[in-house]
Structures are given as C-alpha cells and as structure tokens.
C-alpha cells in the first residue's frame, strides 16, 4: 500500500487534514481496521479525480464518499460475518493516551459501542456514527445515504433508542479503568482465584474470537466462578506474557501465550469487569504494532 503523502502529494491537501477523521467514521461503521484502511484508499482514489473548485465543504464532501464507500463495504461483507466461524467481534487497534482525552470519542470506538453498533442495520449504523459522533447535520447525512432529512431523522431516534437500551450504563474513567485491567492482570499471572472472583462480576460474560483459525471458545463463557477457575491456568501456558496497552480508546491488554497475541478489553462497571472482549484471530491483530489515527 503506499503512503498517502505520497498520493496526495501536498501536505495541505483537505484529504490529508481530515485523514483521521475519514478512518475514525470507516472504522465505527464497519468495525474494522482493514476495511476502513481499504475504504480511506477508495475514497482518495475518488477525490483524486475531483475538480476542487466545485467542491465548497471539502470536510463535508469527503464524508459523504467515505460513508457511501463504507456502505457498500458492509453490505459486501454481511455474509462473510454470517459465514464466520464462532463469535465475531470487531478488530480491535491500539490507540494513544490522546484519544481517551475525547471521552465521547473514546466510548464511540470501544470494544463494547462496536458490538452494540453491530446489531445495527447498514443505514442506522451510519445514522447513528454520523449523528452521534460527529454531529454531522441532517441535511448532510441524507446527501450521505440518499434519504430525506426527515427521513434521517426517524432513523436517528430509532437508532439512538436501540443503542441506548444496549450500551453500558456507567462511564468510567481512564485511571479506574486501568487499576481494573492492572488488578485483573495481576491475578491471572499469579493464578489467584479469589483474586479474580473479586474483580470479575458474579455474571461477567467472555466473548472470544479465533475465527477458527486459533482456539477460542465459539459460545461466550458466562460466570465469575467459571471464568476464573478458567482463567486461572492461563499463566501456566506457555510463552505467557501479559501488558497493559491503549486500546480502542481505553485501557486494555496483551495477552501472548505460545507466542500468538490476543487483545483483551473489558467493561468496567462499579469497579468489576462485566464483560471480556478476547479477539484472538491473528487476521484481525495487525493494528497492535502501531497506534491508529483516530479523530473527530
């Protein structure tokens, strides 16, 4: 792939300020950093051929390629999703410490926002992005999908209402969330089961993805007692190394066991895990070696 400097050729090209912002909308949308990689490329591609002087919102008009383009992406890969072997989650990316400063832009690409995006049709996933995050207006969402503003309206209200009913109910902050992940850390190096019963929830629930490539459970594991004993024994593993790393906006791990990384992010609510989201399919890692560009 080359280097969109390269491409773009100027380094005040509009495509080149709001690059991060194109990925940060492909990415909600689609829950996948190659995907929204390859939807950023089409969209240069698209405004390379562009006559500049019509365009009046650059910002405005880069949007609506990259949302058109990523709409044609999720419809193109619903049934690869439904053909996936075990739970399919989004692909996680390390991010910066800066992106948790946007505390609203931080939520919006979690690990558990995605999941909940996800039970979204195409359209409303890209009402509620578009809306919810970026406070894009009406008029330009419908230019965006090719409805009515009215029409985007309704289709915000109901989207807003069914990712409301889903998402977690409390905000934690940064520095809680990282003493959860460091103690959690701790207890499965040290395989101290109590340790973990009392920082998981008595109905923490893991989900994993090994797209059948690696082993992970294809059902999610519900239980604190169940998930502990299970978590007890992943230090004896092999090859066993865990860190704390930023990831999607917040503190998550690292976890490598037989030298094969897994990305772990959690849901923190009154000071217990409540979920583990464990994506270890090594298709979907290739965002942990360096940080992705995130903007609003």
Request: without cysteine; negative net charge.
């Amino acid at each position: 792939m080359n280097d969109t400097n390269d491409m773009a050729g100027t380094t005040d090209d509009p495509f080149l300020a709001h690059r991060g912002l194109l990925f940060t909308v492909a990415y909600e949308m689609l829950g996948s950093a190659a995907d929204a990689e390859d939807v950023v490329q089409e969209t240069w591609l698209r405004w390379a051929d562009v006559d500049r002087s019509t365009v009046h919102s650059p910002r405005a008009y880069l949007v609506r390629i990259v949302t058109r383009q990523a709409l044609n992406r999720l419809r193109s890969v619903a049934r690869r999703r439904e053909e996936y072997i075990g739970e399919w989650l989004p692909e996680p990316v390390l991010t910066s410490p800066d992106v948790a400063e946007d505390v609203e832009l931080a939520e919006s690409v979690s690990m558990a926002m995605l999941t909940v995006l996800e039970t979204l049709g195409p359209v409303e996933r890209a009402v509620f992005v578009l809306r919810e995050v970026f406070e894009t207006p009406y008029p330009e969402i419908a230019e965006a999908i090719g409805k009515s503003p009215a029409a985007v309206r309704q289709i915000a209200h109901r989207a807003r209402e069914h990712v409301d009913a889903r998402r977690p109910r409390m905000r934690v902050d940064r520095d809680e969330q990282r003493s959860v992940v460091e103690t959690f850390l701790a207890a499965v190096a040290t395989g101290d089961v109590q340790a973990l019963v009392e920082v998981l929830a008595p109905d923490v629930v893991v989900i994993a993805d090994g797209g059948g490539v690696v082993t992970a459970s294809r059902r999610p594991i519900t239980g604190g007692q169940l998930v502990a004993g299970l978590l007890s024994r992943a230090a004896t593993l092999p090859d066993y190394a865990a860190s704390t790393i930023w990831l999607n906006g917040m503190p998550g791990a690292r976890i490598d066991v037989g030298g094969m990384p897994a990305a772990v992010s959690v849901v923190v609510e009154d000071g217990r895990i409540t979920r583990i989201y464990a994506v270890r399919n090594p298709h979907k890692l290739g965002w942990l070696e360096r940080a992705a560009d995130l903007s609003r």
